[in-house]
């Protein structure tokens, strides 16, 4: 064989090696130590992996990447800030977590009907103590209430409430009605039910009454946590539910057509009035057996839920001071 | 008019030297593979994965916009996708051994001599046209699957009998480098009849026999020579000769075959399909052209085969029909047909430019993001990976486009009256007919 026909048949092979390896072995080097996480819609498969473990105190280094569509990125019962996920483009996100536990990765965009269905979970092990933290109950199972069920109310205001008009008849309210345990525990048509009962209020009309339920339920909450409260409701609650809570967000003619139901409608006062924050604490924390409500234990932490709790209850209570 | 560019003896040894090319081909071998790569193992999301962005946008720019109407087959002279089967095919990749290797080399089917196999690639292609531009993973695979089969067209037959009757590029470039102003021909026929051994068809030690089944001595159209320049290697004579030459010059002898006039509607209609799927308003049309094995998809592909097929050759047929009992010819109307539709050439090449001005100029700016991040990993090659998107040239666009079209009518015109000069049949209801595909295709660019 000429030394030409030699040359030119090791500088194909070599073309053809240099330009299929160096990639890969350039991949494969920076790729060490790195997860590499894609999103895709989950009627797609949603995130991949959709478990990954990791260690206390060590450094997790995540490249997220979505094969479709725009992502966001969250940890759940984390501080991590919220990561765009831009298809074709990669995101480099470090976390250290500083206690074992399971922690749910979610997509914080409307991506497609399923939305909700993209989630993963990090295990993290080791620290201090792998022993599970003795955890209390939540409330709606301390008060055993059975979420499922139907809530209607048992009584509705012909009026919106007023908390601003009932907080000129604060003074004749006995204070065991502001405190938390009873509004967490009460609808506010039982609350309603329970102050017309009252002797002391019976000088007041039924709208008056109504508008001191009004009152107790803003008393519990707090402008920071309310406003807090209409973010995430904004983010994670509306495409359902809708912005004005309505239950017509983009998304409910899927969900409808999915289980037969449409997102509840918070700005029906026979359906919310009829639920107590424990009630609607259990929905969130659980999620909605055959209703398509996703739940939301894993991401939120307690607070965070009683937060969109307080701005659910302004679909239905006026003059909420913000 | 033709000015001989193989008379200048520096341009001579550089086409007859084979080492320039093997670099050509081992850069675009290399880029071949690394597409294939790319679209199988990068990112799947289109516009950011080379594979997709460097085949689509990239080189079908360079190869419509500049190599097709400056160099007709000049792509064929470098395109990697034959290297590997011609080696095997070869034994060698250089010169030709002294020892040929024993290989089937069997000889292309006679019925099969034509281009209604590529014509049948072609429209393949431009049916799953939607999916393959926009997934790598689909790119990919058409690409590889054209590398194997070349490979295993070059065990079994003589030549490059894949480039030559089946690949769907190959076809519309052969069409269109009829108007390119370069040409290879031979200096003088003479000396072609009384040359011994015909080397240039049957190879020599010099050079392989034309790897395209060309006799360089009747070459008359830049159709099916495909550049590779053995022949200028192998003749004995110094009778070959690379010519620059007046734009469309192979369009003044009208084809009489029916493979190439289809060839001619394929490409005019699917410019115009694509015109209309990729780049119109048409939301519902776009999702039943990319919703493939739907029910809306096959409606979709009857429309268009419906279209390519039928409507558009019919309405052609009519136009000519319409001139022959203008001009009271007998000449048999399949043979005018074929002639007339080269007048279609100039017109489709004109409708794919302006086509690929708006598709190129709108994506471009992907090319520049993707050359840097090729697999969608997050890398940063040139420092331009996190450009956003944006189109170019915009008010430019439209202006450029009327007057590619425009030109395009006008060079269909003046081709239609020589092709009815040359069979002696009234060429003005083929002119309506172009005017008309004209118009419509303005209506969808503009």
Known sequence: MKRSEILSRLLVIAGVLLVLSVPLAVHFYEGQGIVEIHGRMAESGGWSPNSIHAQVGVPLHLRLTSDDVMHGFAIGQSDMPVVDVAPGKMTEVTITFNKPGTYTYYCTRWCGPNHWRMRGTIEVSGGSSDAPQPVSPPLYMTLNLNIDAPHPAIATPTERPSALRGAAFAAMLSSSYLTNDYYRAHSPSQAYLDLRADPALSSLSNPNVWDLVAYIWQSNTTPEGRAEGQRLFARNCSACHGESGGGDGVFSASVNA?????????????????????????????????????????????????????YIYTFQFDEVQK | MRSELTRFSVVKSLLKNRWPQLFGFIVMLAGFLYAIMTGF?????????????????????????????????????????PLPGEWIQRGAILEPPSRKPRRFNLRWPNKLRNIWLQNLTFTLVALFSTVILTTPKVTAVVLAAMLFLAVGMSIVFERRTFCRYLCPVSGFIGLYAQTAPV?????????CITCKGKPCYNGSAAGYGCPWDVFPGGLTKNTYCGLCMECLRTCPNDNIAINLRPFAADLGQPSRKLDEAFKAFIMLGAAMVYAGVLLGPWGELKSAAYSVGTVAW???????????????????????????????????ARHVFAAFATALVPLGLMFWVAFSLSFVLTNASYIFIAFSDPFGWGW?????????????LTTALVPLQ????????????RTAQKVGREVKIQPVPVIVFSMLVTLVMLGLLL
């Open chain 2, 183 to 191: 040409e290879l021909r031979v200096k003088d026929k003479q000396v």
């Open chain 2, 298 to 332: 096959f409606g979709y592909v009857m429309a268009f085969l419906a279209f390519i097929f039928g409507l558009l050759p019919a309405l052609f047929w009519l136009a000519v029909k319409l001139g022959q009992v203008l001009s009271k010819s007998n000449v048999p």
């Open chain 2, 380 to 392: 940063n090659l040139f420092g331009t990976a996190a450009l956003t998107w944006q189109p170019y």
């Open chain 1, 258 to 310: 999915q289980t037969g139901k449409f997102p509840a409608n918070f700005t029906d006062p026979a359906s919310l009035l009829g639920a107590s924050p424990a009630l609607l604490q259990g929905k969130i924390l659980r999620g909605g057996m055959g209703t398509g409500m996703p739940y939301w234990g894993p991401i939120f932490e307690n607070e965070t839920i009683w937060s969109i709790i307080g």
């Open chain 2, 41 to 81: 193992i990068g990112t799947p999301v289109g516009n950011n994965n080379f594979s997709t962005v460097f085949v689509w946008i990239a080189w079908w720019a360079i190869l419509i916009l500049v190599a097709v109407p400056f160099f007709g087959r000049g792509w064929c002279a470098v395109c990697p996708i």
């Open chain 2, 402 to 413: 009327t007057l590619v079209l425009v030109g395009g009518l006008l060079w269909s015109v």
